[in-house]
């Protein structure tokens, strides 16, 4: 795997991003859900979407933490 660098306040930035549109696809399931299958073809369900948006927010979360572990600041 590579690594791509991101500086700290904009992988902050991007998980409160991600974890809004997670929470926003789980919060109005019956509007999106139709919307998405529309626009993917039935081929990436809307649990997909919030799943691959939760991960990937918990890898970027987890890559700012150790980040700023190696520079001895707070969390």
Same mark, same amino acid.
């Given at each position: 795997?590579? $690594?791509?660098? +991101?500086?700290?306040?904009?992988?902050? *930035?991007?998980?409160?991003?991600?974890?809004?549109?997670? *929470?926003?696809?789980?919060? *109005?399931? $019956?509007?999106?859900?139709?919307?998405?299958? %529309?626009?993917? /073809?039935?081929?990436?369900?809307? *649990?997909?979407?919030?799943?691959?948006?939760? %991960?990937?927010?918990?890898? +970027?979360?987890?890559?700012? /933490?150790?980040?700023?572990?190696?520079? $001895? $600041?707070? %969390?």
């Amino acid at each position: 795997m590579t $690594g791509v660098a +991101v500086d700290l306040v904009d992988a902050v *930035d991007l998980v409160g991003a991600l974890e809004f549109v997670a *929470d926003w696809l789980a919060s *109005d399931r $019956g509007v999106l859900e139709p919307s998405l299958c %529309r626009f993917a /073809s039935d081929h990436y369900l809307l *649990d997909d979407l919030h799943d691959d948006l939760v %991960r990937l927010a918990a890898v +970027v979360g987890q890559a700012r /933490s150790v980040a700023i572990d190696e520079l $001895g $600041g707070p %969390r």
